[in-house]
């Protein structure tokens, strides 16, 4: 009976994210789905001109959609090269001590907040367009483009690299064996056999992009047009996440334009869902297709290689550079079609005269390049975070109320409020997280249910973070009356990184040999006893880094708890639950976006968020390197 008791729990633990995923849908498509019977469905996906704001408001958010995908276009031509790059580099060519600095810098980007790459975008690099291109304003698409292929980086790199490396051994021994150089077997044999899993990444660092909130509304001047021409890099957009971000403060709750935004988010979890599930679905294959026979077949007969060697001859080449040559030239990128031109036909008709290796070691120069750029990215953020939010530390500004609209004075509650709702939403979702994972490894196997509670964690995992500032807004404040509190924002935050703990707990428990469990359970052990005594304890250390990595991503959202739980300026902590606090990343963004003066005081709150957020990322990594280190030992 207690058996029964003790499953029975671990299963509703697991099906919860299928739940808070259908609670999700559920309000927004009740408080969004009033927009498309007054507009029509049509007008608003297709309307060109979202002024809410008009004596006749009008809703339509194609401007707001195109925004969003060109900004994220701009984000990928920056990254990808980039992070394959980089993969290539760690994968291949590095040796392991720098592969052991590569890899965690690249994690490290990871655990930037946006809101600090929103800062810097705003701070450094619209100046820096603005006096570049001589333009009124530096807040631009292109500007957007590229924090957010920053912040794309270490998704791609990371996922890049682990196909990259999980190509099978042989491959590229046989490649060797043949007589080809190493570039030759990278790029034509181990690349196109990872490319699935390339692409996954690729997948991935899209959805990253497209739902990102804080750094696109705090650098891309936020104009909702559709760029004309449409290729000015140069012109302000609005994308579909910095509207909710703006607007959704403001607005009055049940009117229209109320209706309207949650019609927006409605259609941005539809679009970040179908890019997420694809990504998913084409890793889940490369995940069959390993565990089947594939490994054991040849290196001429991978039907993979096989499609890519097709496809790549030398007219396929060709023609597909013709592609992109004409496609820059239509839309008026003259420069870079000539560019693609002239380095074709050096390419075509110089091939020959050049030796194979001394492309290889161009080649290799590039690959290197690219690595050392995202590292130099990395040490130019920090750098300058560092450097200039130092002048700001003091023990007075560490444990001071903040005054005069935060010009002057400390952030003691933001600090304290940041604790607050990142201790709150870990003791909610370490329990669920880790109770889901252990019955979805200890308790059962592939099926229905598993594969519907495995699709509401991938959902869940996929879901912008905005979305779950709204559905917190919306459920929590306003159906369920909690009002604005610490207590929503724990809440929120909790669904939020609930994914994450899932995930990591799963692949701790994963890691366990199976032969310890059959061991207990042989000595007459319940299964319950068996995972209490012997499967969890050496899976406590990866349990602790995913609790670890959620405290590090909580800490760092501003998005999930704008409209939720907190409040800009208070000289007090909360005695409630049911009280509002300051948090240190919504701190940032008013100083950052609405309070001229404060330059010190900004530059230290960004420093003082960046240390704290970093320094969990930091210990995750440390915690799985020993333990990687033991396991090897």
Wanted: some cysteine.
């Amino acid at each position: 009976m207690r058996e029964k008791v003790i499953r029975s729990v671990f299963f509703f633990t697991a099906f919860f994210a299928v739940i808070v995923v259908a609670f999700i849908l559920l309000f927004l498509l009740r408080d969004g789905y009033s927009i498309f019977e007054t507009v029509g469905l049509v007008n608003f996906l297709f309307g060109p001109t979202w002024a809410p704001a008009q004596v006749v408001p009008l809703y339509g958010i194609s401007a707001l959609i195109v925004g969003t995908l060109l900004v994220t276009l701009g984000a990928m031509v920056f990254a990808v090269p980039l992070s394959i790059g980089c993969a290539i580099y760690i994968s291949e060519l590095a040796s392991p001590r720098v592969k052991s600095v590569f890899k965690p810098a690249t994690e490290l980007l990871a655990g930037i907040p946006s809101v600090v790459y929103g800062f810097f975008g705003l701070i450094v690099l619209s100046n820096f367009i603005r006096i570049s291109f001589n333009v009124p304003s530096g807040q631009t698409w292109l500007a957007g483009s590229i924090i957010l292929g920053v912040m794309a980086l270490p998704t791609i790199i990371s996922v890049s690299e682990d196909a990259i490396s999980s190509v099978p051994r042989e491959y590229k021994e046989g490649s060797l064996a043949t007589g080809a150089t190493r570039w030759q077997t990278i790029i034509r044999v181990i690349v196109p056999a990872a490319l699935s899993g390339i692409a996954a990444a690729i997948i991935l660092g899209i959805g990253r992009a497209i739902g990102e909130t804080m750094a696109v509304l705090m650098v891309t001047g936020n104009t909702a047009i559709i760029p004309n021409p449409i290729w000015n890099v140069l012109s302000s957009v609005r994308t579909l996440t910095g509207t909710l971000g703006i607007e959704m403060g403001d607005v009055e709750i049940g009117s229209t334009h109320y209706h309207a935004l949650f019609g927006v988010a409605l259609v941005l979890l539809i679009i970040t869902l179908i890019i997420n599930m694809s990504a998913v679905a084409i890793l889940s294959y490369i995940k069959e297709g390993r565990m089947g026979s594939r490994a054991k077949k040849p290196l001429i007969q991978s039907p993979t290689l096989d499609l890519i060697k097709d496809k790549l001859h030398s007219g396929s080449r060709i023609i597909i550079l013709a592609l992109f040559a004409l496609l820059f030239l239509v839309i008026g990128l003259w420069e870079v079609a000539l560019i693609i031109i002239f380095a074709a036909a050096a390419w075509h008709y110089g091939r020959n005269q050049v030796s194979r290796h001394h492309i290889e070691k161009v080649a290799f120069a590039c690959v290197i390049a690219a690595a050392i750029a995202v590292l130099a990215i990395l040490a130019i953020i920090l750098g300058y975070i560092i450097i200039n939010g130092l002048p700001a530390m003091s023990w007075q500004f560490l444990t001071q109320p903040p005054t005069d609209l935060g010009r002057s004075g400390g952030i003691f509650p933001a600090i304290v409020g940041t604790l607050y709702l990142v201790g709150g939403a870990i003791a909610i979702a370490l329990p669920l997280g880790v109770g889901a994972a252990i019955y979805l490894v200890e308790y059962t196997r592939e099926g229905r249910i598993t594969k519907l509670i495995r699709t509401g964690v991938d959902l869940l995992n996929g879901t912008p973070s905005i979305v779950f500032g709204l559905f917190g807004f919306a459920f929590l404040v306003i159906f369920l009356n909690i009002g604005v509190s610490l207590l929503a924002g724990m809440i929120t935050l909790a669904l939020m990184v609930l994914p994450t703990v899932i995930r990591t707990t799963e692949e701790a428990l994963k890691n366990v040999p199976q032969s310890l469990r059959e061991g207990s359970l042989a000595l007459g052990a319940t299964q319950w006893q068996t995972i209490r005594k012997v499967v969890l304890p050496p899976a406590v250390p990866g349990i602790v880094t995913g609790a670890i990595l959620s405290i590090g991503r909580a800490a760092g959202e501003t998005a999930p708890i704008m409209f939720v739980a907190v409040v800009f300026s208070t000289r007090f902590l909360p005695t409630s639950l049911f009280q509002p606090v300051m948090a240190l990343p919504y701190h940032l963004f008013i100083l950052s976006t609405n309070v001229p003066g404060s330059s010190t005081n900004k530059y230290g709150t960004a420093l003082v968020l960046l240390i704290m957020v970093v320094a969990f990322y930091a210990i995750a990594i440390l915690i799985r390197n020993h333990y990687a280190k033991q396991a090897r030992g």
